[in-house]
């Protein structure tokens, strides 16, 4: 079983940043494939970015350029920059670990970009 924390929400402006971070619990976290997913409110849950475990990246065409995934596995942690927000990056935001066929998730943390 892999527990997901996720941290680093908040209200930002318009043009802003945050950083998000997910910590993991185990010992395997360096060969877990990561992911930030989003969910806005009466919308489908989407894939943001995602980090193999020899540190490939994957973005979102919407948030490509705007946001840095990245990973720290002496610390078991997963990293979202967010740069240039967005009100339409409101959302909560979930982590994802996935490996061997199995996918865990955190509760989330809800970025709110508004003026």
């Known amino acids: 079983q892999v527990q997901l924390v996720e941290s680093g929400g908040g209200l930002v402006q318009p043009g802003g940043s945050l950083r998000l971070s997910c910590a993991a619990s185990?010992?395997?976290?360096?060969?877990?494939?990561m992911s930030w997913y989003r969910q806005a409110p009466g919308k489908q849950r989407e894939l943001v970015a995602d980090?193999?475990?020899?540190?490939?990246?994957n973005y979102a065409d919407s948030v490509n350029s705007r946001f840095t995934i990245s990973r720290d596995n002496a610390k078991n942690t997963v990293y979202l920059l967010m740069n240039s927000l967005k009100p339409e990056d409101t959302a909560v935001y979930y982590c994802?670990?996935?490996?061997?066929?199995?996918?865990?998730w955190g509760k989330g943390t809800l970025v709110t970009v508004s003026s």
């Open positions: 994802n670990a996935a490996i061997h066929g199995m996918n865990y």
């Open positions: 185990g010992s395997m976290f360096s060969i877990y494939a």
């Open positions: 980090i193999t475990s020899g540190g490939s990246t």
